[in-house]
């Protein structure tokens, strides 16, 4: 079973900055495209950010000025660092792979992780 282990959630004041960390096995982060989800209380699950191994990126417009999403090959893992933290960023975050037409497309990825939260108070 192919284990995503995520790492860096919390809790937060608005305007905080957080960084995720998400570690993969070597051949599945070899030829992914990474990226990361947001599930808020009460709506659907959300692509935030999405990165290929070459470094092609995709990003919510709702996050897209704050967040940055970035790849390390060498160590298999995944940041998104995201600034400018607000309430309605609040939701557990999950890390996922998968092609980029599994990712991007069709919102359905290969592989999750468990999910880490991250809360943003007021």
């Known amino acids: 079973q192919v284990q995503l282990v995520e790492s860096g959630g919390g809790l937060l004041q608005a305007e905080a900055s957080l960084r995720l960390s998400c570690a993969a096995p070597?051949?599945?982060?070899?030829?992914?495209?990474m990226a990361w989800y947001l599930h808020a209380p009460g709506k659907q699950r959300e692509l935030v950010a999405a990165?290929?191994?070459?470094?092609?990126?995709n990003y919510s417009d709702s996050v897209k000025d704050r967040f940055t999403i970035s790849r390390d090959n060498a160590k298999n893992t995944v940041y998104p660092q995201m600034n400018s933290l607000k309430p309605e960023d609040t939701a557990v975050y999950y890390c996922?792979?998968?092609?980029?037409?599994?990712?991007?497309?069709?919102?359905?990825?290969?592989?999750w992780g468990q999910g880490t939260q991250v809360t943003v108070s007021s």
């Open positions: 996922a792979a998968g092609s980029w037409r599994t990712i991007v497309v069709r919102t359905n990825p290969d592989y």
């Open positions: 070597g051949i599945i982060f070899s030829i992914s495209t």
């Open positions: 990165i290929t191994y070459g470094g092609t990126r």
